[in-house]
């Protein structure tokens, strides 16, 4: 019913910038909270940001003053534009909505597919 589709991931080396996007698209009434959350080799799913329809910004302290989430509610897409980058930042990152249907007033939560990103040093 709901599809989450990330992009921008990539390779890049220390210091350098990346742009991540997650689109939600089908049977949506209205997307409430978007998150980014990274998964690193042997580590456990971390948030990394996330963001309210309303554009409250958390951040986890190990991304702050360095990545940036945003969205577009109209394309209910977020972004997260991350400068800076660190050999530790390297994981999968994964997009995470929490979704209103048409046809309730419950919330569903949907994950993307994750977008590798790899930072050398």
């Known amino acids: 019913q709901v599809q989450l589709v990330e992009s921008g991931g990539g390779l890049v080396q220390a210091g350098g910038s990346l742009r991540l996007s997650c689109a939600a698209s089908g049977n949506i009434f209205r997307v409430n909270f978007m998150g980014w959350y990274r998964q690193a080799p042997g580590k456990e799913r971390e948030l990394v940001a996330a963001i309210t329809s309303g554009g409250r910004t958390n951040y986890a302290d190990s991304v702050k003053g360095r990545f940036t989430i945003s969205r577009d509610n109209a394309k209910n897409t977020a972004y997260l534009q991350m400068t800076s980058l660190k050999p530790e930042d390297t994981a999968v990152y994964y997009c995470?909505?929490?979704?209103?249907?048409?046809?309730?007033?419950?919330?569903?939560?949907?994950w993307g597919q994750g977008t590798q990103v790899t930072v050398s040093s």
């Open positions: 995470n909505a929490r979704v209103v249907l048409p046809t309730t007033i419950l919330e569903y939560a949907y």
